[in-house]
């Protein structure tokens, strides 16, 4: 497993090692010296950067967990409104204190190990998980100024790390010393380190537009590119910092496509429907961690919904501009909420997929990695190779042409849609949003009128 | 692989040897998807299932046994605790046969009256709605997506509250009877249930353009667990389990009971779709048919309500229920398939045997042969397909 893992990072690491080394910026300043010698000069120096370190360290692990809180509710109020129900409105106004209650709750419950279990590994495993979904966060940048280090090789460290936690999920379902839990734990580890590709595959896209793996770099080259918007805007009475033509996601119809692979990919690392075979309720009964309960079953909880959130914060970083807003010439909104808002965005569509779709079976979900998402991301580093040769980064004409395709894409895809909807009873057009597989549907509908009719 | 359990041999409730690669797992009776409490022993070769035997039993309530200690009556309500999730049809089926016995001494009991039948087909087919909508809720969750779960109990929901105005019961109504029905209709009655067609046939649309085309149930259960017409028949398995596999069976058309002769509804049946990879008896085929009979319930009922009702007694008088000496099979449709009751009478108040011959019990003896070689997740779209309820096939 772990030997898997690393060929494919250096595989990974030798495509991209001529740009890195080329685009590699230098790490900044080392701004805990900084601060330390500013606020804590009283101290020694070798003590205050590392008491700066530490506080900053502490922040964020207590900040992140916080994150699951708002998750889990929006989760469960989204999921209501979707299935026409309420959801939790009991505990607090509105049922806003509902996770927290639930997570006093789990605190207080008894703590359980199986007596046949693995007792070292059971009580490591939720811990290296959970450790990894926060030093994810160390390498995202949340706005100008909030960003824990600025790694010359910031994506590649978020790719390595999170990898880490498919270790953690085998050592989880093979300490439980359950079938259930070992069956979700080789599902998780098959799923994890398949769909690392189509991610790893989408990001070099970007890698190969952006010249740099640093995450603060990409968002930087996604600033003030084409000046095209900003007239546009200009034009229309605007005042505008940046347009949407910067994003990444509309620089090439490559990187358009890149960003729904990373999309469906990031779905399926974190586990969620319609790829949550690892934890799929009606099969595994919870999957790997079936005997998880109280404080260690929350901390993968909280590790869970950490991910769902990283990989969004993740996809907006690198495809949609990042912490930078449009509006924003005099930081009218602050970046963090920006990133967040997008982020968040996201989260809901995942959240909306999760609501509506069935599950997949174990080979399918490996026929849609590695017969569809793989072969298209490589298309796509093909394709982004050839843009590059023929287009600068910042010309005019690669903007509009990326425009003009990603428009006959969805365009055509429209319609489609609305070519089928035509055909369809009314009550299947209301419902039909989010499904696929249209002009099944209408020869499905019309061998049905056959078969009543006869 | 795993540490074996330290038990002894002799001890240990299995019947698989496994190879050494393969492993032993118990699915249930504790489990979130077997439909109550079903025991699965599965010899699994990584997710490739080799070999599957279910154990029953974990719901034997010794109904039969019961049934010889308890009059006719009595034993009513004792069939709602069969097939739980559609108690009308059993006390039906039940009362049917009884009613069949009784019928060999017409100077007792003639026939049970007209407007009790109207009753009997409305609990009866409102019923069959409820229980397909469990069925297509729970088999949606079992395939993953658990959405339509809520909004098949959100519209069951709309059916028990018409069963608590019919009989005050939500679950298991002991309304039809020997003889007749409970209780007569409450005001407004029809008007209530008219509103609720209104409401419900559009939805059986929305619920298909929500699961039943979905690109992912369709790979999920098309083609998958195909039990054709010779196989359902050899297994003795009925209802939507025989038509999904193309056979035109349905007793409310084949063999007319009660008033069904008098309404114009269709039986569906499967349908191959090569497109899709769907073949007839696939799992696919067997869900498809519950939906379409929803509609094919809601077109009887339409016609019911819009009958001339005729007015007189609910219940035949007759003094005691003492069926002449003899024997009798009697069968009907449930919404599971065949529900068939065979009765011994000696003449006195109390049968001396009565036997289930229950459809869900045919449908999971088939489930051995059905899930070797497919993969875990198939065994659970296998087990929502079949649509077993334990109670019935426990007893």
């Known amino acids: 497993m772990i030997q898997q893992l690393n060929t494919q990072m250096i595989i990974l690491a030798n495509l991209i090692s001529t740009d890195s080394t080329i685009a590699a910026q230098p790490v900044g300043d080392n701004w805990a010296e900084s601060i330390a010698s500013q606020f804590l000069g009283f101290l020694p120096d070798w003590l205050g950067p590392i008491l700066v370190m530490v506080a900053v360290a502490t922040t964020f692990v207590s900040v992140v967990p916080l994150l699951p809180l708002v998750l889990v509710l929006m989760e469960r109020k989204v999921s209501a409104w979707i299935q026409d129900r309420t959801g939790p409105m009991r505990t607090g106004p509105w049922g806003l204190l509902q996770t927290l209650a639930d997570g006093v709750k789990l605190i207080f419950k008894e703590d359980l190990i199986p007596p046949q279990a693995d007792k070292l590994l059971f009580r490591f495993a939720p811990y290296l998980i959970f450790t990894c979904s926060v030093a994810v966060f160390a390498a995202i940048p949340f706005s100008q100024s909030i960003l824990v280090s600025d790694l010359n090789i910031g994506i590649f460290y978020i790719l390595s790390i999170s990898s880490v936690i498919a270790i953690g999920v085998i050592m989880a379902g093979?300490?439980?010393?359950?079938?259930?839990?070992?069956?979700?734990?080789m599902r998780s580890a098959a799923q994890m380190v398949s769909y690392?590709?189509?991610i790893g595959l989408s990001i070099l896209t970007v890698i190969m537009m952006t010249q740099t793996m640093s995450m603060e770099g990409i968002v930087a080259a996604q600033d003030g590119v084409f000046s095209e918007g900003k007239a546009i805007a200009t034009f229309l009475g605007v005042e505008i910092k940046g347009s949407i033509l910067d994003w990444m996601i509309f620089r090439?119809?490559?990187?358009?496509?890149?960003?729904f692979v990373y999309f469906l990919s990031s779905i399926a690392e974190v586990n969620r429907t319609p790829f949550d075979l690892p934890e799929a309720e009606s099969e595994l009964v919870a999957g790997f961690h079936t005997e998880y309960s109280g404080m260690?079953?929350?901390?993968?909880?909280?590790?869970?919904?950490?991910n769902v959130f990283a990989v969004c914060a993740i996809a907006s970083t690198l495809f949609l501009g990042g912490w930078q807003g449009i509006l924003d010439e005099d930081q009218f909104i602050p970046g963090l909420f920006i990133l967040t808002g997008k982020s968040f965005l996201l989260v809901f569509v995942m959240m909306w997929v999760r609501w509506t779709l069935p599950r997949l079976r174990v080979d399918q979900l490996m026929n849609l990695c590695w017969k569809y998402l793989i072969p298209i991301s490589f298309f796509n580093i093909l394709g982004t190779g050839i843009w590059g040769l023929f287009f600068r980064v910042d010309s005019t004409l690669s903007i509009g042409i990326s425009f003009l395709i990603i428009s006959l894409f969805v365009i055509s895809l429209l319609g489609i849609v609305f070519n089928s909807f035509g055909k369809l009873t009314p009550h299947d057009q209301t419902a039909l949003a989010g499904n696929i597989g249209t002009t099944n549907l209408r020869r499905l509908e019309s061998s049905w009128r056959?078969?009543?009719e006869h | 692989m795993l540490a074996q359990s330290t038990a002894p041999e002799e001890t240990r409730f299995l019947e698989l040897k496994p190879f050494s690669d393969e492993m032993i797992v118990s699915m249930g009776p504790q489990h979130p998807s077997t439909h109550g409490v079903l025991k699965l022993e599965l010899r699994l070769d990584g997710e490739i299932v080799r070999e599957a035997i279910p154990h029953i039993g974990y719901l034997h309530r010794c109904f039969e046994k019961h049934a010889e200690n308890l009059s006719y009556e009595q034993?009513?309500?004792?069939?709602?605790r069969l097939d739980y999730i559609a108690s009308m049809n059993q006390n039906w089926g039940f009362c049917l046969a009884v009613e069949e016995m009784l019928t060999t001494d017409p100077s007792k009991f003639e026939s049970v009256p007209e407007r009790a039948e109207y009753l009997r087909v409305l609990a009866g087919e409102l019923n069959r709605i409820a229980s397909h909508l469990l069925a297509f809720g729970t088999y949606g969750m079992d395939i993953g997506a658990f959405t339509p779960f809520l909004y098949a109990f959100r519209d069951r929901e709309k059916i028990l509250f018409l069963f608590e105005k019919l009989c005050g019961a939500r679950l298991t109504y002991n309304y039809i009877r020997v003889g007749g029905v409970s209780r007569d209709l409450p005001p407004d009655f029809l008007d209530d249930v008219s509103d609720f067609l209104d409401y419900f046939e559009p939805k059986i649309d929305e619920y298909n353009a929500l699961l039943t085309n979905n690109k992912i149930f369709i790979e999920r259960t098309a083609g998958v667990a195909v039990m054709d017409e010779e196989m359902t028949i050899n297994y003795g398995a009925s209802g939507p389990n025989l038509r999904g596999?193309?056979?035109k069976w349905d007793l409310r058309k084949d063999e007319p009971y009660s008033i069904y002769d008098q309404f114009d509804f269709e039986i569906p049946i499967g349908e191959e779709i090569p497109s899709l990879g769907i073949v007839l008896g696939d799992c696919w085929n067997r869900y498809m048919v519950r939906m379409d009979e929803m509609k094919e319930s809601v077109k009887i009922l339409r016609q019911l309500i819009n009958k001339e009702w005729p007015e007189g007694p609910i219940m035949a008088s007759m003094k005691a229920i003492r069926p002449p000496e003899g024997e009798i099979y009697s069968r009907s449709e449930t919404p599971r398939g065949e529900l068939g009751f065979y009765i011994i009478s000696d003449g006195s108040a109390k049968p001396v045997r009565v036997k289930v011959k229950s459809p869900c019990f045919a449908a999971l003896s088939a489930l051995s042969e059905l899930s070797r070689g497919l993969m875990l997740a198939d065994i659970i779209a296998i087990i929502g397909s079949i649509d077993i309820v334990m109670g019935e096939a426990d007893r």
Request: overall charge neutral.
């Open chain 1, 174 to 185: 093979w300490a439980s010393n359950s079938k259930w839990s070992l069956f979700g734990a």
């Open chain 1, 196 to 198: 690392e590709i189509p």
């Open chain 1, 252 to 259: 090439s119809p490559f990187t358009f496509l890149a960003f």
């Open chain 1, 296 to 306: 260690r079953f929350a901390v993968f909880f909280i590790a869970e919904y950490a």
């Open chain 1, 450 to 452: 056959d078969r009543h």
């Open chain 2, 75 to 80: 034993i009513v309500p004792f069939t709602d």
């Open chain 2, 245 to 247: 596999a193309g056979r």
